[in-house]
């Protein structure tokens, strides 16, 4: 079955640094790579999400890049904000089937 | 409705009782997820319903797991003879037909003492 790798499990940053979170995943018939963020006690959302049959997508100060070569895909946060501190989920899996969840990366944004 | 309903909220048992977790998903959303969060951890597949295909069952733990998802809608996990180590929070999950797009529930915490 698919599994997913991600890196780091924590990362600090500077307000108005970048972050970058990578994960990397092993069943080459996934096609669909979605994140997620969960903040403090809530339930995790939908922040953007890419499919196979692009390499990179933006929304705003978010990207995700996608090498399905290399079978790898990054989260990018550009222009952190203290709302952006929040622990982010990376996942894979078919357009229509299961999801397979990354360990995630616990991301804080210093003032 | 209008979300993903899950209940109980919370649920303290002893161990070696059983637990029954329940989640109402979005009406119309034909696909049905369950994981498991273990305190700081990540998200661990459990169970995937899709309309009436056989689950994928691939997750569940031990024999003591077993989920249910009765006329499409309503599903059930339940968890027999608990274990301190299944105190998690249980989070279920619904989409849409032709897209797997999560919309995640509040979650089941369940302490098992």
């Known amino acids: 079955g698919e599994n997913v790798e991600q890196h780091p499990s924590t990362l600090s940053v500077q307000e108005g640094d970048s972050a970058v979170i990578k994960c990397t995943y092993s069943?080459?018939?996934?096609?669909?790579f979605p994140w997620y963020k969960q903040e403090l006690g809530k339930r995790p959302q939908l922040i953007i999400d890419?499919?196979?049959?692009?390499g990179e997508k933006k929304d705003q100060r978010i990207a995700v890049t996608l090498n399905k070569t290399a079978k790898h895909f990054s989260l990018h946060i550009t222009e952190t904000q203290p709302e952006d501190s929040a622990v982010y989920f990376c996942?894979?899996?078919?357009?229509?089937?299961?999801?397979?969840f990354g360990k995630g990366t616990k991301l804080s944004v210093k003032p | 409705g209008a979300g993903v309903s899950q209940s109980p909220s919370n649920k303290v048992t002893e161990k070696g009782k059983d637990v029954e977790l329940r989640c109402d998903p979005i009406s119309g959303h034909t696909a049905l997820y369950w994981y498991r969060q273990s305190l700081g951890q990540g998200l661990e597949f459990l169970i995937y319903?899709?309309?009436?295909?056989?689950?994928?069952k691939s997750g569940l733990p031990s024999d003591r797991f077993s989920a249910e998802r009765t006329g499409g809608s309503v599903s059930t996990l339940t968890i027999q003879r608990t274990q301190q180590e299944d105190s998690a929070v249980y989070l279920c999950?619904?989409?849409?037909?032709?897209?797997?797009?999560?919309?995640f529930g509040a979650g089941s915490r369940l302490t098992v003492l």
């Open positions: 069943d080459s018939a996934s096609n669909y």
């Open positions: 996942a894979a899996g078919g357009s229509q089937g299961n999801l397979i």
């Open positions: 319903f899709q309309g009436n295909s056989a689950p994928d």
């Open positions: 999950a619904s989409s849409r037909a032709g897209a797997n797009v999560l919309t």
């Open positions: 890419i499919r196979s049959n692009v």
